[in-house]
Nanobody, 124 residues
Framework: QVQLVESGGGLVQAGGSLRLSCVAS????????MGWFRQAPGKEREFVGA????????EYAESVKGRFTISRDNTGNTVYLQMNTLKPEDTAVYYC?????????????????WGQGTQVTVSS
């Protein structure tokens, strides 16, 4: 059983940066696709980005492309989400998860072992 714990959220002004971390425990996830999703109040959970086992194998939502970068550490068990040029519309709870079944990386239903989330609030 894998547990995921996100951290690094907080309050930041528009234009600022944050780096979120997702630490996996229980087993190695170095060969798993890891995804980041976010959910704002009253909205559905939406895809932010994901990374495959290879560091250059990434996908991003159009809304964050060029501003957010996903990476993983040498062990592969910590995944990061570097968020730059933050906007108020990026305000949400951010979650990481492991891809567990076949399907689009952008589909939250193919991911599991969700973490508890970390709140990101961007003030204007």
């Amino acid at each position: 059983q894998v547990q995921l714990v996100e951290s690094g959220g907080g309050l930041v002004q528009a234009g600022g940066s944050l780096r979120l971390s997702c630490v996996a425990s229980g087993r190695s996830v170095s060969r798993d696709v890891m995804g980041w999703f976010r959910q704002a109040p009253g909205k559905e959970r939406e895809f932010v980005g994901a990374i495959g086992w290879s560091a250059d194998n990434t996908e991003y939502a159009e809304s964050v492309k060029g501003r957010f970068t996903i990476s993983r550490d040498n062990t592969g068990n910590t995944v990061y989400l570097q968020m730059n040029t933050l906007k108020p519309e990026d305000t949400a709870v951010y979650y990481c998860a492991i891809k567990i079944v076949a399907g689009s990386w952008a589909n939250p239903q193919v991911f599991g072992s969700w973490g508890q989330g970390t709140q990101v609030t961007v003030s204007s």
